[in-house]
């Protein structure tokens, strides 16, 4: 069965303590891996797109790796608005997209 | 350019009425997801469609759940005889193609609380 692991549930750094998140998978077929933010109340926000392993992509703060088991967000000097909750997701072919539970992270002034 | 969008926000139902809830995704996006969000946890997948087709119905959690999609555009979430176990928010997302690894655009959400 295909499935998605989010570690760990929750995050709490001080600003500028860099840290990693983590999104593991087992899947038949993966044909993308997928990095969302979700703020409080509001719908998921794309941020990255994996397609191989060995693959990296970088946005501000962010950045995604992925090898052929998992994946990882890589927070770099967090800053209080980079509290949220980052969800993980993969695209196995088909249709189907499988999310994993989210890591929520929260950043400290 | 627009975005997803849902309606309504908010949702308060009496257990057992039948709810309505409508996504009008990014236009030209062919394919259409339904998610269900309960509190702190992850995304649920409902249903898909391509066009106004929905390949895959395994997702909604029993036969009082229906969906139906228009016009490749607008689509309806319906939930009959509510329980409170439907209690969560309703997530909307559209994609240019389903079937091929595309990012997901998200709407804000339909929150419904069944009293």
């Known amino acids: 069965e295909d499935q998605v692991t989010q570690s760990p549930e929750a995050l709490r750094l001080q600003e500028g303590e860099s840290s990693s998140l983590n999104c593991s998978y087992t899947?038949?077929?993966?044909?993308?891996l997928f990095w969302y933010r979700q703020d409080p109340g509001k719908g998921p926000e794309f941020l990255f797109t994996?397609?191989?392993a060995g693959e990296e992509k970088e946005k501000e703060r962010l950045k995604a790796t992925l090898t052929k088991k998992e994946s990882f967000l890589h927070i770099t000097a967090p800053k209080p608005e980079d509290s949220a909750t980052y969800l993980c997701?993969?695209?196995?072919?088909?249709?189907?997209?499988?999310f994993g539970a989210g890591t929520r992270l929260f950043v400290k002034a | 350019g627009a975005g997803v969008s849902q309606s309504p926000s908010n949702k308060v139902t009496e257990k057992g009425k039948d709810v309505e809830l409508r996504c009008d995704p990014i236009?030209?996006?062919?394919?259409l997801y339904w998610y269900r969000q309960s509190l702190g946890q992850g995304l649920e997948f409902l249903i898909y469609?391509?066009?106004?087709?929905?390949?895959?119905k395994s997702g909604l959690p029993s036969d009082r759940f229906s969906a139906e999609r228009t016009g490749g555009s607008v689509s309806t979430l319906t939930i009959q005889r509510t329980q409170q176990e439907d209690s969560a928010v309703y997530l909307c997302?559209?994609?240019?193609?389903?079937?091929?690894?595309?990012?997901?655009?998200f709407g804000p959400g339909t929150r419904l609380t069944v009293t």
């Open positions: 997302a559209s994609s240019p193609s389903g079937t091929e690894p595309y990012e997901q655009y």
């Open positions: 899947v038949s077929g993966l044909r993308g």
């Open positions: 994996l397609y191989s």
């Open positions: 997701a993969v695209h196995t072919g088909g249709f189907k997209t499988i």
């Open positions: 236009s030209g996006h062919t394919a």
């Open positions: 469609f391509q066009g106004n087709s929905a390949p895959d």
